[in-house]
């Protein structure tokens, strides 16, 4: 059973935006930090960002000041919004949910590609 539904993606030029979204139950999101996750070919799983149950972001300093998590409560979905995308951004994001600020992880989403052309 998918407990974390991910959208968005695809592919965009260098300098331009995406917009991931990840869905999940009402009891998952209210209780969990929640995060992004990305993982390049031949590279290991990162993370790129999280915001606690309680509205805490951190951000990778890679991508600070380009990306922003936000979460809407009312819809249980959580969002990456992406801009000055550049070519080191691509693979594939992780949506995830657990605790210790997205460090212990519960749930993991589906994945979905992000590919960022020169």
């Known amino acids: 059973q998918v407990q974390l539904v991910e959208s968005g993606g695809g592919l965009v030029q260098a300098g331009g935006s995406l917009r991931l979204s990840c869905a999940t139950s009402?009891?998952?999101?209210?209780?969990?930090?929640m995060g992004w996750y990305r993982q390049a070919p031949g590279k290991e799983r990162e993370l790129v960002t999280c915001v606690s149950s309680g509205g805490v972001t951190i951000y990778a300093d890679s991508v600070k000041g380009r990306f922003t998590i936000s979460r809407d409560n009312a819809k249980n979905t959580l969002f990456l919004q992406m801009n000055s995308l550049k070519v080191e951004d691509s693979g594939v994001y992780f949506c995830s949910a657990g605790r210790v600020m997205c460090r212990s992880i519960s749930y993991w989403g589906q994945g979905a590609q992000v590919t960022v052309s020169s």
């Open positions: 009402r009891i998952i999101f209210s209780i969990n930090d």
